[in-house]
Every structure is written in C-alpha cells, then in structure tokens.
C-alpha cells in the first residue's frame, strides 16, 4: 500500500472536469486507489465519489492505493494535483 | 468521542425540525465547538455552588433560572454574572421566550459568549435538542456503495467500480422504487439497532451512469423516485461471477454484514450477463420482509421435505 499525503492548490477546486481526470487516472491501473479527506475515503475510480468529497483549494488529501500499479498511479495522480490539473503533454 | 461541530454548524443542519431560536447577542461565539452531548442547567452554578460546573456544555435557563435571576439585587446579580463568565462558558439558551437582563447580554457579549432565546419550553426544547445532538455524535462511516428503497426496503449495494451498481439502481428507480444515494452513502448508527443511510449533500440523487455521464434521477424521473435517507436493512454485494466460489443456494443461514458493530443481512449476488440483478434485488427485498415477519422460505421448505420424509417411513415401515 502506498499513500501520500497533498494539498489542493487548485482556485477552483475539484469540480467535474478535474474529477474526471482524476478518475481517468486511476482507471488506468488495476488496483484500489482512494481519496481521503478528513474521516472519508472516497473510491477515486467513481466520479460521484471524487466530486462528493467537495474539494476546494487548500484541502488536504491523503491518496491511497493499494496492489497493482500503486506507486505508478500515486506518482501520477500527486503530479496531476501540482501541476493544478493542465493538461500535461507527455 | 472526539467528535466536534461548530454551534453555527448544528444550528444549520437541524433539518426538518426548528429549534425555534434566535439570537441575542455573541455571534462571534458560535464559532465555537459543542464536544459534548449534553447539557447543563446552571441553577445551582447560579446560587453559587460551583463544584461540577460544566462551562464547556450548552447551559439551559428555564424559567426557574429566569426567576431568580430577576430577583437578585443589583450588585448582587453583577457578582453572579461576573462569576458565572469568569468560566469559559459555550454557549447559553433561555428557554420559554425568557430574554435576560441587559447586564447579563452585556457580559456574554464582550465574553463571546452566544446567547439564544427559543419559544419552547425547556423540557421539550431539550428533548428536540438532545435528539438532533445526538444524531451529530453519533458515529457514523462513509461507504463506497448505492442506497435504495425497494418495496420499503433499505438495500446497500456494495461491489466493486465497474460491477454495475448504479445501472442496477437505474432499473430500480424505472421500475419505481427510490434512490438514496450513489456512489457515497453516508452510514449513522443513530440508535444501537438503526442503521441510517443518506447521500452527501452535494451529489443528492445525482448519479454517473457510464456512457451518459451525470444525470439528475430526481429530474428525470420525479420526486417520487428518490427519498433522502433510509434505514439500512439489508446489504447485497454484487461481483463478477466466480466459477470457483461456492455461492448460496439454499439461504438457509443468514449471512450478515458488519457496519458500525451492528449486524446487517447480508448477500453475495453474482453478476453475469443475462441475469437480471434488478429482480433478484426486488425479490430479496421481498423475502427480507417476509423473513422480518418470521417466514423463513427456505427454513420452511425444509421442514416441509422432512415432514414428508417422516410419513414416507411410517407408511413404508
């Protein structure tokens, strides 16, 4: 299991376009990645999921993953969240 | 316990029911965090006695309090107002319609100390109060799962991304049982026997149904379609089929669920195409309730074959 702990820098927050690249993300791997926010751990591969933790700039997330992959997706999802979401040409 | 909620919080989030309060003074104050779910009344506190004062809880005047605090002296009731807020009192709610003194306003003001008045009567405004405190504290957890109401029923689905839960609550709510929640169900135990599961707030009776995205299931189909929260009954898992997994053909135990230490029934619906999870589902609702009744279908089958097998042996024998 791997987790690592990141701050929303965001202005506007994890709406529904972030969510969904967020989702994107974990989709690619096998394994169970999560999102949690204070006591609540959010299934990251569920869009409802991502968008209910009502994330906004300044939220601290831990991200878990857990089997397959899990260094790989925790990797890219925290370079997602530095880089606020723009679109990274790789 | 360790729980904490803003006054401020509690005071939006009474729902349905109105406390019937308004406040008169220490609004800064209601930043400030109730811990507890108690409540004290400072009757005592007030003649003097201040052992077991407890500050930190929302303390209630009734009109005992109002009382004698109007038949103090002067000076007197200077003494005991300035004793009384020399403790870092929480916050103070006279009951009754009872304002207090201008005195008393001024010392909470410049304590911080919210003061609330409600129209109630103390002892039903207590019985309103510890009820929906109560339901703050009590402990509750957040599951990745869907919540619908089938033929009254409160069924949790649980399953992995991708199984089809939501496409199952979809045919549900078309063949007109209720949505409670998708994806994030927020699960309270608010007595020791009563699960209580409702969506977050935000994502109300919205769901992702892959290949249309985010649908509004109260717009579309109506108000008659969802509910907002519903006891927990009966907990169903769907997964992949498994050849290799031995699954339940009988029923004649009931497997169970663990949420919050209590015991829910519990089953493993395997998924497969072809096989409609929607009627199983309903059908499991149906035998939940029957078994709610005390009617064991596959309990009685049973005793039904035994029967028989017994008389086969008399008449045989």
Same mark, same amino acid.
């Given at each position: 299991m791997v987790e690592r702990e990141v701050i929303i820098?965001?202005? =506007?927050? +994890?709406h529904a376009r972030p969510a969904m690249m967020m989702v994107r993300e974990a989709m690619k791997f096998p394994c169970k990645v999560s999102l949690i926010k204070g006591d609540i751990e959010a299934d990251c591969k569920s869009i409802m999921s991502v968008l209910g933790l =009502?994330? +906004?700039?300044g939220t601290k997330l831990i991200i878990r993953a857990d089997g397959e992959g899990e260094n790989e997706v925790v990797e890219s999802l925290v370079r997602m969240i530095e880089n606020k979401f723009v679109m990274e040409s790789v | 316990m360790g729980k904490k909620i803003r006054i401020s919080e509690f005071l939006k989030n009474t729902g349905r029911v109105d406390l019937e309060l308004r406040l008169?003074?220490?609004?800064?104050?209601?930043v400030r965090e109730i811990e507890s779910v108690d409540i004290n009344r400072p009757g005592l506190t007030l003649a003097?006695?201040?052992?077991?004062?407890?500050?930190?809880r929302i303390q209630i005047f009734g009109l005992g309090e109002a009382a004698y605090m109007r038949q103090l002296p002067p000076h007197e009731k200077k003494r005991v107002y300035e004793k009384f807020f020399s403790y870092d009192v929480l916050c103070c709610i006279f009951t009754h319609n009872e304002e207090p003194d201008q005195l008393f306003i001024e010392l909470a003001e410049s304590k911080n100390v919210p003061v609330l008045v409600t129209t109630r009567s103390t002892t039903r405004f207590v019985s309103i109060f510890t009820h929906l405190i109560d339901e703050v504290f009590s402990p509750s957890v957040t599951l990745h799962g869907t919540l619908v109401a089938v033929y009254g029923i409160g069924i949790l689905i649980l399953g992995?991304?991708?199984?089809g839960k939501s496409e199952c609550a979809l045919e549900l709510i078309e063949r007109g049982h209720r949505l409670v929640a998708d994806d994030m169900v927020e699960i309270k135990?608010?007595?020791?026997t009563l699960l209580m599961g409702s969506g977050s707030p935000i994502l109300k009776h919205h769901m992702e149904i892959r290949?249309?995205?985010?649908?509004n299931v109260r717009d579309i189909?109506?108000?008659?379609?969802?509910?907002?929260r519903k006891r927990i009954e009966l907990v169903v898992l769907l997964e992949?089929?498994?050849?290799?997994k031995e699954y339940?053909?009988?029923?004649m135990e009931e497997m169970m669920y663990n949420i919050l230490d209590l015991e829910v029934p519990f089953l493993t619906i395997p998924v497969r195409p072809g096989r409609n999870i929607p009627i199983i589902m309903e059908t499991a609702a149906l035998n939940q309730r029957l078994k709610k009744m005390g009617v064991f279908s596959a309990r009685e089958l049973d005793d039904k074959i035994q029967d028989w097998i017994r008389s086969e042996k008399i008449t045989n024998g």
């Amino acid at each position: 299991m791997v987790e690592r702990e990141v701050i929303i820098h965001s202005d =506007a927050g +994890v709406h529904a376009r972030p969510a969904m690249m967020m989702v994107r993300e974990a989709m690619k791997f096998p394994c169970k990645v999560s999102l949690i926010k204070g006591d609540i751990e959010a299934d990251c591969k569920s869009i409802m999921s991502v968008l209910g933790l =009502a994330i +906004v700039s300044g939220t601290k997330l831990i991200i878990r993953a857990d089997g397959e992959g899990e260094n790989e997706v925790v990797e890219s999802l925290v370079r997602m969240i530095e880089n606020k979401f723009v679109m990274e040409s790789v | 316990m360790g729980k904490k909620i803003r006054i401020s919080e509690f005071l939006k989030n009474t729902g349905r029911v109105d406390l019937e309060l308004r406040l008169i003074t220490g609004k800064g104050g209601l930043v400030r965090e109730i811990e507890s779910v108690d409540i004290n009344r400072p009757g005592l506190t007030l003649a003097g006695f201040y052992d077991f004062f407890a500050y930190d809880r929302i303390q209630i005047f009734g009109l005992g309090e109002a009382a004698y605090m109007r038949q103090l002296p002067p000076h007197e009731k200077k003494r005991v107002y300035e004793k009384f807020f020399s403790y870092d009192v929480l916050c103070c709610i006279f009951t009754h319609n009872e304002e207090p003194d201008q005195l008393f306003i001024e010392l909470a003001e410049s304590k911080n100390v919210p003061v609330l008045v409600t129209t109630r009567s103390t002892t039903r405004f207590v019985s309103i109060f510890t009820h929906l405190i109560d339901e703050v504290f009590s402990p509750s957890v957040t599951l990745h799962g869907t919540l619908v109401a089938v033929y009254g029923i409160g069924i949790l689905i649980l399953g992995k991304s991708g199984v089809g839960k939501s496409e199952c609550a979809l045919e549900l709510i078309e063949r007109g049982h209720r949505l409670v929640a998708d994806d994030m169900v927020e699960i309270k135990k608010v007595d020791e026997t009563l699960l209580m599961g409702s969506g977050s707030p935000i994502l109300k009776h919205h769901m992702e149904i892959r290949g249309l995205g985010i649908i509004n299931v109260r717009d579309i189909f109506g108000i008659g379609s969802v509910r907002n929260r519903k006891r927990i009954e009966l907990v169903v898992l769907l997964e992949e089929w498994d050849s290799s997994k031995e699954y339940d053909r009988l029923g004649m135990e009931e497997m169970m669920y663990n949420i919050l230490d209590l015991e829910v029934p519990f089953l493993t619906i395997p998924v497969r195409p072809g096989r409609n999870i929607p009627i199983i589902m309903e059908t499991a609702a149906l035998n939940q309730r029957l078994k709610k009744m005390g009617v064991f279908s596959a309990r009685e089958l049973d005793d039904k074959i035994q029967d028989w097998i017994r008389s086969e042996k008399i008449t045989n024998g």
